[in-house]
């Protein structure tokens, strides 16, 4: 059973910070990985979609990787801006339709 | 979100009593997933369809039932609601099985009593 993991649990940063969210996965077996965004109260809107044959993708000032072997993502986020302030998540698609998600890193950026 | 809609948005319910949830889209895609929301366990799958009357079990499928008479429409059905099923639920689209084009509704807070 795939298991994801994100880390940390929450986070704060000042305005204009890089910063770096974490994914972990157990089973190295997936299709894609996808990069979700949460606001309070609202549904995930979908960031970054990653096939499971590339390393990483783009959008923005978003970047997140994908090392399968090693079972990890990572979600850069540059310049960080209060906006930016959500609950990420990050989700494995594996065999049989099956989307695994971690319990979400809640990002608060301070002006 | 623009495509899918969920029904109610909130809803208060006692132990025992069946509720049912609406989950509309007019994207016309083929697959259609619930979920419910819980603190600390992220999303968890209850069931999804992949087509009119074809459904199958998610990870969390025990007290929920589903249908899909038609494209546009999935419905969840908890047949005696208990407080365990107190949570978030979201519905989610998608085009394909691989995670293109993955849709959320804006949820259903279920609160049972």
């Known amino acids: 059973k795939q298991e994801v993991t994100q880390i940390p649990a929450a986070l704060s940063v000042p305005e204009g910070e890089n910063l770096v969210l974490n994914c972990s996965f157990t089973?190295?077996?997936?299709?894609?990985l996808q990069w979700f965004r949460q606001d309070p109260g609202k549904g995930l809107t979908s960031l970054l979609l990653?096939?499971?044959?590339?390393r990483e993708q783009t959008s923005g000032r978003l970047n997140a990787s994908l090392d399968k072997s090693s079972g990890r993502s990572t979600l850069y986020i540059a310049a960080s801006q209060p906006g930016d302030s959500a609950t990420y998540l990050c989700?494995?698609?594996?065999?049989?339709?099956?989307?695994?998600f971690g319990a979400g890193t809640r990002l608060t950026v301070k002006p | 979100d623009a495509g899918i809609t969920q029904s109610p948005r909130h809803k208060v319910t006692e132990t025992g009593t069946p509720v049912t949830l609406r989950c509309h889209q007019t994207?016309?895609?083929?697959?259609m997933y619930w979920y419910r929301q819980d603190p600390g366990h992220g999303l968890r799958l209850i069931h999804y369809?992949?087509?009119?009357?074809?459904?199958d079990k998610g990870e969390v499928s025990d007290g929920y039932s589903v249908s899909r008479s038609k494209t546009e429409d999935f419905l969840l059905t908890l047949e005696s609601a208990t407080s365990s099923q107190t949570s978030v639920y979201f519905c989610?689209?998608?085009?394909?099985?691989?995670?293109?084009?993955?849709?959320f509704g804006s949820g259903t807070r279920l609160t049972v009593v």
């Open positions: 989700a494995i698609i594996g065999g049989g339709n099956d989307m695994r």
């Open positions: 089973d190295s077996a997936i299709y894609n």
């Open positions: 994207e016309n895609h083929r697959y």
């Open positions: 369809s992949y087509g009119v009357k074809d459904t």
């Open positions: 989610a689209i998608s085009s394909d099985r691989d995670g293109f084009g993955y849709t």
């Open positions: 990653i096939q499971s044959s590339q």
